[in-house]
Structure formats: structure tokens, C-alpha cells
């Protein structure tokens, strides 16, 4: 082996160097995960969305803009946070989230679903609350587009 021809205080140091580094590392992660909720992250179905809809359990952010809204419609229950705002809105005081937004701030332990047209804004949205500490955080990968063909078409009680 290599550390036999090692004087003994340098394969010593390297040894305890190497398990004070491991040591370290183990109580930075039992550190963070003190602090931190369990992380979960995820695309929703149709009908998974539906579901946590019914439960209450969730605030659905829709990403796209306000005139995309206006002309198109929005899923019921949905909060209006266009992609460019989601940053500074998931970091903004409670009070001023629910004076612009109309809503409670999410907590970082709150079920997030993101929403935008067909899945890639919302994609970027969770993404950035991600990157914001936030844990549980879906995104509706089949946006309006997918909500709109199962609700106004008849096909509501498909997947």
C-alpha cells in the first residue's frame, strides 16, 4: 500500500485529514436537513391537478401574462404570477405578496403547482422557486392548452 511507505505522521494526517473532511461534510447535511423540508419535485397530470385542487392543498401559480389571461381564461383557483414577477414575489414581504397578488405568501414548506400555456414556463418557474428554497414545488407540464381540451371538450373524465 501506499501509506505504508509513508512516515508515520504524514499517513497519519492524511487518514485523520480525509475522515475530519467526511465528518464535516456529514454534519453540514445533518445541519441542512434541520432546516429544510423534504424536497419534491414534479410534473402533475390532469387529473393529479384536478385532485389537489378539491383538497385545498395547493396554490396554483399561473406564469403567463395577464393578457393571457384576460384572453384566454385561467384554471379555477389559479393565482396570476407572470414568469418575470415569480422571483421577486416568492421573496417580497407577506404583506406586500397579498396586497398585489390577493393571496397568502407561500411558505417554503407550501405545495406549490406552477401553470403557464404547455408546460415550459412553469418549468422555469419552479426551477426559480426552487432555487428560492422552496420544497414542494410541481408544475403543470400540459398547461391551459391541456386544462382547456379536457374541461371544454367533454373530456374531463379522462387521465
Known sequence: MMLQKLPFGIARRVILGS????????????????????AVFKAVT???LKNLLNSKKIMLI????????LEYGKIPGSVNIPLGEVGEALQMNP???????NEVKPSKCDNLVFSCLAGVRSKKALDTAVSLGFN???HYAGGWNEWAS???SGKNRGN
Open 19 to 38: 475522515a475530519e473532511a467526511a465528518l464535516w461534510g456529514l454534519n453540514s447535511i445533518k445541519g441542512n436537513q434541520n432546516n429544510f423540508c423534504t
Open 46 to 48: 390532469y387529473k393529479e
Open 62 to 69: 399561473d406564469v403567463r401574462e395577464k393578457w393571457e389571461i
Open 95 to 101: 404583506e406586500d405578496f397579498e396586497e398585489k397578488y
Open 136 to 138: 414542494s414545488v410541481k
Open 150 to 152: 379536457y374541461e371544454y
